[in-house]
């Protein structure tokens, strides 16, 4: 698996680009992927098509979209860029309006950029790192704080007095294309499991709004987006919507809601 400070040198980065609204930003971080030969241009107007689809579901937290869509032949290698607008523009989302930071994804499969995705959402969710982020004066100045972080997840620790086994409980984290904002979520859920000595006994499982409904009967919970919880509607378990995606103080009460607790 990649780390995030290979799938986004400071080429990928783009530092108060001026912007007329969200199309033009996914635009831009669009075409700085095809800049890098990350992908075809085709892979730009698929990322448009996946927020006129689905709803700007992708503003994962506030101020903050992850741009992405389904891997395809469009996507030559596995890469990111980063976007920093001059002047925030509005997705349309109920409460993470507007947006300053663009990032987008472009990944051949699931697994090449779970790590990555993993140290984003940290990043994101440190409010001191968010901040050095936001105000990296160069490409190279953002670069180094990605490369000066540590790019791996704590272990989980079993629940004291507990046996070690299998996960006896499934949460399912679901976006529209299962390969970006839903792996942002399970990685949020997964420190807060961490931090609960809970790891061991609930399994998190990134996921897309189709497979979601057939692998519902499965889990004790969906964990989505407001926009993605209309998708599905009634799938038979209880879906917990979740604003910020980077949040673990708004996942730890989802999860305090889903276990009574």
Not at 62 to 90: E, I, K, N, Q, Y
Request: proline residues 5%; negative net charge; aromatic residues 4%.
């Amino acid at each position: 698996m990649s780390a995030l400070s290979d799938l986004l040198p400071s080429e990928a980065v783009r530092l108060d680009v001026l912007v007329a609204d969200w199309k033009e930003a996914v635009r831009d971080a669009g075409e700085v992927l095809v800049a890098t030969g990350v992908t075809t241009a085709d892979y730009t107007a698929e990322m448009i098509r996946n927020v006129e689809e689905n709803g700007p579901y992708i503003v994962v937290a506030p101020g903050f979209a992850f741009a992405h869509a389904r891997p395809s032949p469009a996507v030559l290698r596995t890469g990111m860029s980063w976007l920093r607008l001059a002047r925030p523009v509005d997705f349309g989302h109920e409460t993470n309006d507007p947006v300053d930071l663009v990032v987008a994804l472009a990944a051949r499969d699931a697994a090449e950029h779970t790590a990555a995705m993993a140290s984003l959402a940290r990043l994101l969710g440190d409010p001191e790192t968010s901040r050095a982020l936001h105000e990296a004066p160069t490409p190279e100045a953002l670069h180094a704080v990605l490369a000066g972080q540590q790019e791996v997840r704590t272990p989980g620790r079993a629940a004291p007095g507990a046996s070690a086994g299998p996960a006896v409980h499934k949460i399912l984290t679901v976006c529209g294309n299962g390969v970006g904002t839903s792996l942002f979520l399970k990685n949020t859920l997964e420190q807060v499991l961490d931090r609960w000595n809970w790891s061991k006994y609930v399994n998190v499982e990134a996921t897309d709004t189709i497979s979601a409904k057939g692998k519902a009967s499965e889990a004790v919970a969906i964990l989505t987006s407001r926009e993605i919880a209309r998708t599905l509607g009634d799938v038979g378990v209880p879906v917990k919507v979740v604003e910020d995606f980077t949040s673990t103080a708004e996942v730890d009460g989802v999860l305090r809601d889903t276990y009574d607790v």
